[in-house]
T-cell receptor
Framework: RKEVEQDPGPFNVPEGATVAFNCTYS??????FFWYRQDCRKEPKLLMS???SGNEDGRFTAQLNRASQYISLLIRDSKLSDSATYLC????????????FGQGTELSVKP | GAVVSQHPSRVICKSGTSVKIECRSL??????MFWYRQFPKQSLMLMAT?????????EQGVEKDKFLINHASLTLSTLTVTSAHPEDSSFYIC???????????FGPGTRLTVL
């Protein structure tokens, strides 16, 4: 079983749609959680951290449920520029401190 | 945010040659740098963790004699792919950990193609 699993993609949505990505992680020792965005043939860039209380950054809302080891990302009013691959990432402290990446979910926003 | 550079951005080489990739933290000192590999349509896979002045820690399944890592200073780590073969063709990305929260900042990646 993969340590971090995400929805298979791709997601093809029209502009203005709301889209939700799900992610589960298997290691209960995971301590920090993130969503990264990766554009084609580029490095990943931090989109936002994810907290148990839930957090919002503009059109993006992230949620964490530690009990069910589940993370989500909601994008409202999607824009063409949101087209990218979204990576769910956990940080494991007990393995020397390292980031574990999910395989990513590809989002394509169409006009 | 902090800036991490990689050089070269793209390299094409013949099978059997060695390729060195540099990762530099430009505006901060990074005691720890990480090397990842990403194959098409797959996620980033951590290859090794590099601490300045000490030997790198390799992930399971990564050959330390094939992927040589040197972290001689707080701003530079190098990855050398020795005797590269076509199956080593991939996108290699480094990251450097620094700042108050020890956040990881990613380099732009190096695309290696072995013919």
């Amino acid at each position: 079983r993969k340590e971090v699993e995400q929805d298979p993609g791709p997601f093809n949505v029209p502009e203005g749609a709301t889209v939700a990505f799900n992610c589960t992680y298997s290691n209960s020792a995971s301590q920090s959680f993130f969503w990264y965005r990766q554009d084609c043939r580029k490095e990943p860039k931090l989109l936002m951290s994810v907290y148990s209380s839930g957090n919002e950054d503009g059109r993006f809302t992230a949620q964490l449920n530690r009990a069910s080891q589940y993370i989500s990302l909601l994008i409202r009013d999607s824009k063409l520029s949101d087209s990218a691959t979204y990576l769910c990432v956990v940080w494991l402290y007990n393995q020397g401190g390292k980031l574990i990446f999910g395989q990513g979910t590809e989002l394509s926003v169409k006009p | 945010g902090a800036v991490v550079s990689q050089h070269p951005s793209r390299v094409i080489c013949k099978s059997g040659t060695s390729v060195k990739i540099e990762c530099r933290s430009l505006d901060f000192q990074a005691t720890t740098m990480f090397w990842y590999r990403q194959f098409p349509k797959q996620s980033l896979m951590l290859m090794a963790t590099s601490n300045e002045g000490s030997k790198a820690t390799y992930e399971q399944g990564v050959e330390k004699d094939k992927f040589l890592i040197n972290h001689a200073s707080l701003t530079l780590s190098t990855l050398t792919v020795t005797s590269a073969h076509p199956e080593d063709s991939s996108f290699y990305i480094c990251s450097a950990a620094g700042g108050r929260n020890n956040e990881q900042f990613f380099g732009p990646g190096t695309r290696l193609t072995v013919l």
